[in-house]
Every structure is written in C-alpha cells, then in structure tokens.
C-alpha cells in the first residue's frame, strides 16, 4: 500500500505562484509515475502534468509553459511549481502516483486564484 499527502494549497492573487508537493509513504515500492490532476466546481477532473520515472513530462496545454512538473525525489516526494496563476487555475489539485501495479490517489490540495 502506498499512501499520498497533497499540500501547499493556497489562495492567491492571479500571477502569483504556488508550489504544491506529493508525498508518497508505505514500504518497499518506487514510483513508476506521477500525475497531477485537477477539479473545477461543476467541471470533470482534467489531467495537468505528469512525470515517469526516466524524467519524461507531459503537460495539458492550459498549464505548458506556467507549470512545472519535479522529479519524485529519495524521500518519495514530487512537486508541482505554478507560475502565472491565473482564476481558471482556481481547483483541488490531486496527486496520483503509479506503484506496485496500480493507481494512488491523494486526497487533494485546494488552489484558489483570486483578486
């Protein structure tokens, strides 16, 4: 079993930034993959980044360019830099990570961009 705690959810000013983290705990596994997704009020989870073991990143493109993905680092812990924080940004934010053959889900970290 793997556990996963989100935090570094916040409420901001649009263009400002925020640094949300992932980590993973349990015993004997490694991280094959690990996602980030996000919810709006009223919309379907959307997928935001993702980063594979070998360090490949993918990005949606409502987030390329302002976002950036980290490698899991020794302690099991990933992160996720947002930059340019804009009001659509505004969503619970949820970590998923791929170990010992399956999903991982977090319980999510609230973002909130807002003048």
């Known amino acids: 079993q793997v556990q996963l705690l989100e935090s570094g959810g916040d409420s901001v000013q649009p263009g400002g930034s925020l640094t949300l983290s992932c980590a993973a705990s349990g015993s004997d596994f490694w991280i094959e993959r690990m996602r980030w997704e996000r919810q709006a009020p009223g919309s379907q989870r959307e997928f935001v980044a993702s980063i594979t073991a070998d360090g490949i990143r993918h990005y949606a493109d409502s987030v390329r360019g302002r976002f950036t993905i980290s490698r899991v680092d020794a302690r099991n812990t990933g992160t996720l830099q947002m930059n340019s924080l804009i009001p659509d940004d505004t969503a619970v934010y949820y970590c998923?990570?791929?170990?010992?053959?399956?999903?991982?889900w977090g319980k999510g970290t609230q973002v909130t961009v807002s003048s």
């Open positions: 998923e990570v791929r170990a010992l053959g399956r999903d991982y």
